[in-house]
């Protein structure tokens, strides 16, 4: 069983920055594939970074590639996503996820196998 928690989430301007944090319990965090997905109102969960067990390797959807950087803490047992540059497009319930079957990053949401409540972040224009 893992136990996710994140935090870090709340109101920005266009622009601004945010650092999103997701923090680990119940199972060895360290072998664990982490993601993060957003979901916007009316529009389906979608991938936005993932990071593998090590975190040598790391991949981003398009549209947050170069403003979004995924990273994690096995000492500490959180995965961290920070944000910037971030747009209006960028607002939504944003979830981290373990892969507990993987040390690598997967883009599918259906891989993962536990999930946090979700944060909520909003950016105004």
């Known amino acids: 069983q893992v136990r996710l928690v994140e935090s870090g989430g709340g109101l920005v301007q266009a622009g601004g920055s945010l650092r999103l944090s997701c923090a680990a319990s119940?199972?060895?965090?360290?072998?664990?594939?982490m993601g993060w997905f957003r979901q916007a109102p009316g529009k389906q969960r979608e991938f936005v970074a993932t990071?593998?067990?090590?975190?040598?390797?790391?991949n981003y959807a398009v549209s947050v590639k170069d403003r979004f950087t995924i990273s994690r803490d096995n000492a500490k047992n959180t995965v961290y996503l920070q944000m910037n540059s971030l747009q209006p497009e960028d607002t939504a319930l944003y979830y981290c996820?373990?892969?507990?079957?993987?040390?690598?990053?997967?883009?599918?949401?259906?891989?993962?196998?536990?999930w946090g409540q979700g944060t909520q972040v909003t950016v105004s224009s």
């Open positions: 996820a373990a892969d507990i079957h993987s040390a690598d990053g997967s883009t599918r949401s259906g891989e993962y196998d536990y």
């Open positions: 990071i593998n067990w090590s975190g040598r390797t790391t």
């Open positions: 119940g199972r060895t965090f360290a072998s664990c594939a």
